[in-house]
């Protein structure tokens, strides 16, 4: 098996029933989506009324999307635009997030055209087509997420090391840098472990036929200076990109580090003003790592 056929079995395994329940509610809530990605967390541990599961929507274009003008503007200066979706299960009540992208720019964007690892370092991990409408998607996906992977390795790496457990936790460090991650310490070590087999896989296949490394220090410290400026972006445009954006904001730091930060009536109502106070409250804190 070579690496396209790893991701594409991956990639064809049947998600589970919330995935593919959510998915349905995605897919009536935003015109024009061609595939379904389902990857993150949620489908390392399954999704449950406690965790926000994290989709993607590949449209075929901007404006069959049904955003409006300006955030289809938004959408294209700094993707993905994200949408906060919910459904009731006989289990409680789901959670995700959807960004929304067109396949182009996805295809686009997990390539090594792309500087900043925020698409090609996720499409690195796996994912799982919940719904996409024929086998030419499929095969763009699989193919964008290939381009991630050696994106991944010749993006974080001058050279391989000895040890796949230490280019893909290496690598997953340089990439949260390159954002305000709220992640732990030992997440990366988590992420590779939790697949282990299909990590070393692909560093095997990496070893038997090396990419051309073009990592350095430079690259890889301006890559983290503009992940900052792009997170903070992001993090001011997604206040304003689903309801309860703060909050969410505030759950997602608190789960994964412990940090606990208050949100007050006027945060609520003035998110643009609160944001900067709210994130400096956080970094000292240690909820940005």
Known sequence: ??????????????????????????????????????????????????????????????????????????????PPNVVYLEC???????RAKAAILTIDQFTRLTGSGTFHSYFWARFA???????????????????????AIL?????????????????????????????????????????????KQRYDFIFDTLVSDPPAFRSTFYRRTLRCWLGKILSVARLIKGIFTFEGGLDYIVWKIDRHTGVKVEIKPWHRRFPLI??????????RRGGFK
């Open 1 to 78: 098996m070579d690496l396209i056929g790893l991701i594409t079995g991956e990639l064809k395994q049947s998600p589970e029933s919330n995935a593919i329940a959510l998915a349905q509610v995605a897919r009536e809530k935003i015109g024009g989506v061609k595939a379904t990605l389902f990857y993150g967390s949620c489908l390392r541990d399954g999704i449950t009324p406690d965790a926000i599961a994290d989709l993607y929507l590949l449209t075929e274009s901007h404006t069959a999307s049904r955003q409006g003008r300006l955030a289809r503007f938004f959408n294209i200066i700094l």
């Open 274 to 283: 609160a944001a900067p106070g709210l994130a400096w409250t956080v970094w």
């Open 151 to 195: 994106t991944f390795a010749t993006e974080t790496h001058n050279k391989l090391p000895a040890k796949s457990e230490v280019f893909w936790t290496e690598g997953f460090r340089h990439t949260y840098a390159a954002e305000l991650r709220a992640e732990g310490p030992d997440r990366p070590h988590h992420i590779y472990f939790s697949n």
């Open 88 to 94: 009731t299960v006989p289990d409680g009540k789901l």
């Open 125 to 147: 991990q796996p994912a799982r087509i919940v719904w996409a409408e024929n086998d030419l998607f499929i095969k763009k996906i699989a193919n964008a997420c290939k381009s």
